[in-house]
């Protein structure tokens, strides 16, 4: 909220995207608070008025991640067969963990709390979350193509889920370790070709 009385200085957005490239480049424990109000041009006293400490900072700028970053996930989920799903969903995600348009390369919900002290468990839990939310919406999407007869009829639509996710975090990491997406683009296309349908 900003203070009584005088309009905020700054956009929420624009400084959330300043949020989500700091906490991606040095993950959530190597994020100092001026870091952050370096980045997003702020006061500590303003960054508190409105997103709280650094914690509720780091969650809503995965909120901002997913609106901005991971938006492919909800267009493959909307695509007519689970061919489709699964083809947006991983060229989609190498694009971006290979640093789109000047992005860190890698992914913010999983390199956001790989270093993590144990003061810093509950990051690691919802970032565990964020990410099963997202694999449980692709299981369910993959269930209703199993029902229409997309998939096979003995296929596992959560193993399927899994094995997409766990070939995406693949990539993210690899990339982050300094793959190029030429390097990475093979394994989306042999990932692709074990596919079913």
């Not at 067969?81 to 390369?105: C, F, I, K, Q, W």
């Not at 390199?111 to 939310?133: I, P, S």
Request: aromatic share 8%; hydrophobic share 45%.
């Amino acid at each position: 909220m900003a203070e009584s009385g005088r309009p905020r200085e700054f956009d929420v957005d624009e400084a959330l995207d300043k949020a989500v490239e700091v906490f991606w480049r040095q993950g959530y424990e190597a994020t100092t608070l001026d870091d952050l109000t370096n980045a997003m041009r702020i006061a500590r006293t303003s960054l508190y008025h409105a997103f709280g400490n650094k914690e509720a900072t780091f969650r809503r700028a995965v909120e901002r991640y997913a609106q901005t970053r991971m938006g492919y996930l909800d267009e493959a989920i909307g695509l007519p067969t689970a061919r489709a799903v699964a083809e947006h969903y991983l060229r989609s995600n190498l694009m971006t963990v290979t640093g789109r348009g000047g992005d860190p390369a890698g992914c913010l919900t999983i390199q956001g709390g790989l270093a993590a002290g144990a003061a810093d468990q509950g990051v690691v839990q919802f970032l565990g979350d964020c990410r099963a939310g997202a694999e449980a919406r692709l299981a369910e999407r993959f269930r209703a193509a199993a029902a229409e007869g997309d998939l096979p009829s003995d296929e596992q639509p959560v193993h399927l889920a899994k094995y997409l996710f766990t070939v995406a975090a693949g990539l993210a990491v690899q990339a982050r370790a300094g793959a190029s997406r030429a390097d990475l683009a093979p394994v989306v296309e042999r990932t692709l070709s074990a596919f079913p349908g």
